[in-house]
């Protein structure tokens, strides 16, 4: 690739690059970070249970609410009257309902939780616009050149 800067083995690599780049005021806004050879990589975190699904739904509606809302339907429940602890609670137990019917529904094919992350094994920086030997020299001046 003509426009290629460096290669990393590591995002954190590539990122670390692009900090050195924009330290020594290179035009940054031209430099991509493109990860190659994507893998889905999900980390088992532990058994779902009915229960356990129940608990993990309350807790997500309830945040869920608060982050779209902003509070604002909390205060909006107050002028008329409700109690935003029961508006809280009904958020609570509406959750859990639909986290345990959802999980009941699967009829066991996925009784596990887990986390879900992309990762690749390379990271090309590259730049657009004719910096790329540019971006080259300072790299490999301060040892940052990355793997071929």
């Known amino acids: 690739m003509r426009n290629k800067v460096a ?17 020594e005021r290179f035009p940054v806004e031209y430099l991509d970070i493109i990860g190659s050879d994507l893998r889905l990589v999900e980390h088992v975190t532990g058994r779902l249970t009915k229960s356990r699904a129940a608990a993990v739904g ?15 339907l909390h205060a909006g429940a107050g002028l008329v009257g409700t109690d935003p602890g029961r508006v809280a609670l009904r958020r609570l137990v509406g959750g859990a309902v639909l986290g345990w019917a959802g999980h009941a529904a699967t009829g066991g094919r996925r009784d596990f939780s ?3 992350t992309l990762a690749a094994s ?16 300072i790299l490999q001046r301060d040892g940052m050149g990355g793997t071929p």
């Open 122 to 137: 390379r990271y090309d920086l590259v730049a657009r616009g004719g910096h790329a030997e540019q971006g080259r020299v």
């Open 58 to 72: 309350g807790r997500s509606l309830v945040r869920a609410a608060r982050r779209l809302a902003g509070g604002a």
């Open 114 to 116: 887990s986390t879900r």
């Open 7 to 23: 290669s990393y083995d590591s995002y954190e690599e590539a990122q670390a690059a692009v900090d050195r780049l924009s330290d």
